[in-house]
């Protein structure tokens, strides 16, 4: 996958820089804000960060990378970047219900809403939109996730319904599971509620994790390579040891991260 990010005042529709959902079934009650203030103040926090959001439409089906422009707290709306694709733009106009996803410093902030039109800002044409109802800023430890090394992919080895042992690359990684880039045919057979019992991990110099691993979440998306499946997971039976494990490989991936984007 390509690292391609758009730069400041341009929104796009790729896959690099996406932010995936949390998944449901996650107690996150406890993390929603109700307050418009509260609200505003960490819609705020993205502007002068300039993280980028990545606003999910048609069912998960299609997003948009984009970045919060301006936020009025007294008015309790915001604007968002225009898309570089006017397809895109009149689609996501279109659409009913829209998730948005951030993930500044792997604190994710998500939310909903289904009503958004097109404004002029500073004679750009933009995205504006009310504040949502509520929204969620979790920052649970476990659910910071770290992409793993595309060059040298980490594999999930475990056996599936079908009664075949699969091999399938590991997208991402965080304290509470994995993320797994699953291809059509086999997200077709990863039902949410699985359990995959004894997951193999290879994580490289990391050593190799055995786990069992419960499906909680499913989104498609698409790449050059054609349809794939982001399938989320969560350990059932991590021991602390492989936890510890886990936490040194995630410190060691984030040094090597910032390292190499300075």
């Known amino acids: 996958m390509s690292e391609n990010v758009p730069p400041a005042g341009q929104a796009n529709e790729t896959a690099a820089g996406a932010s995936s959902p949390i998944p449901e079934g996650d107690e996150i009650a ?3 804000l109700q307050n418009p203030l509260e609200i505003g103040a960490v819609l705020r926090q993205l502007v002068s960060r300039g993280d980028f959001v990545t606003v999910y439409f048609n069912e998960g089906q299609r997003f948009l990378l984009s970045r919060i422009l301006e936020v009025d707290i007294k008015a309790r709306t915001f604007c968002f970047d225009w898309g570089g694709h006017e ?3 009149q689609a996501l106009l279109n659409a009913g219900r ?3 996803v951030a993930a500044p410093d ?3 902030v998500q939310f909903s809403l289904s009503d958004v039109s ?3 800002v500073e004679g750009r044409p933009a ?4 504040f949502p109802a509520d929204l969620i800023k979790l920052q649970r430890r476990e659910f910071f996730r770290l992409a793993t090394p595309v060059g040298k992919p980490y594999k999930a080895t475990f056996t599936l319904p079908d009664g075949k042992r699969h091999a399938i690359n590991l997208h991402d990684l965080s304290l509470g599971g994995v993320g797994l880039s699953a291809t059509a045919q086999e997200g077709e057979v990863i039902e949410l509620g699985l359990v995959l019992p004894q997951a193999q991990m290879d994580l490289g110099a990391g050593g190799v994790l055995v786990a069992d ?3 909680r979440s499913k989104r498609p998306y698409r790449t050059n390579t054609g349809e794939h499946f982001h399938v989320g997971c969560r350990f059932v039976n991590l021991s602390r040891a492989a936890e510890a494990n886990l936490q040194r ?5 984030e040094r090597e991260r910032k390292a190499l984007t300075g």
């Open 127 to 130: 995205f504006v939109a009310p």
């Open 118 to 120: 097109k404004q002029e």
């Open 213 to 215: 691993l419960e499906v």
């Open 98 to 100: 829209k998730l948005f």
């Open 106 to 108: 792997g604190v994710k």
């Open 249 to 253: 490989l995630m410190a060691q991936l």
């Open 87 to 89: 397809a895109t733009n």
């Open 30 to 32: 406890p993390y929603r």
